[in-house]
């Protein structure tokens, strides 16, 4: 059965492996190669079991797991904007589920929890960036009711990549269009 919880420390290992693992896969041809190659999961581990850290005392970020038992098959984190010209007060920077584990509504309720998480901090709209050639990612963003909120170019492993935003101006929005119970009272 899957659940969805905050994060703990004692996640970054697991994190970091669905980093790497889904960057490879899902952003090969997207993103560089060689660099897709090169990402460690120990050292993603290392900056993930920082950032855990760091999450202590930035009340305003979380960072979700989905669990399927005791496996970790997915993340988000969700953040106050730190961008001065993003329209958003909240953003949603990653959202990664393991391949074999989508298309079950586990991104739809990483998403809640995100929404959820923004709300509970007040903060009203809630947006993101996603390359513009990831046509899946934009189909999910959509199917939740994203809008289009313009594009920008930025770089990624020395690489430079045009992305494109989505938002939802009332973030509650957001929480309802991805309210699809995969685990009754756990949202
Ligand atoms: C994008 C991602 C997080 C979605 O997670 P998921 O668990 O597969 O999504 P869900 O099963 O909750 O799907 C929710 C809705 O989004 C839509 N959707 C999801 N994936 C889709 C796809 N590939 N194409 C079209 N629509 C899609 C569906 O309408 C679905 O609604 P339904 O359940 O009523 O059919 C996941 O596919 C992923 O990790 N992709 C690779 C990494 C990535 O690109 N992340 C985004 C970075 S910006």
């Known amino acids: 059965m899957i659940h969805i919880r905050m994060a703990r420390r ?10 790497a693992t889904t960057w490879k896969e ?5 993103l560089d190669g060689a660099y897709l190659e090169n990402l460690s999961e120990k050292r993603l581990t290392a900056r993930w079991r920082t950032h855990l850290d760091r999450r202590e005392e930035d009340r305003d970020e979380e960072i979700l797991v989905a669990m399927n038992g005791r496996e970790l098959v997915g993340f988000a984190n969700a953040s106050a904007s730190r961008e001065a010209f993003a329209p958003w007060d909240a953003e949603i920077p990653m959202i990664y589920v393991l391949k074999e584990h989508r298309g079950l509504g586990i991104g739809r309720g990483l998403m809640k929890a995100s929404a959820d998480h923004c709300i509970r901090r007040g ?4 947006g993101l960036w996603v390359l513009r050639d990831n046509g899946a990612a934009r189909d999910f963003y959509e199917a939740l009711g994203g809008e289009s909120q ?3 170019s930025d770089s990624v492993g020395g690489q430079i990549v045009q992305l494109v935003g989505y938002w939802w101006r009332d973030i509650a929005q957001l929480a309802e269009r991805s309210t699809q119970s995969i685990s009754p009272g756990r949202f």
């Open 10 to 19: 004692t996640d970054a290992a697991g994190i970091a492996c669905i980093h």
């Open 26 to 30: 899902a952003y090969r041809g997207l």
């Open 123 to 126: 903060m009203f709209s809630g």
């Open 150 to 152: 313009g594009r920008k």
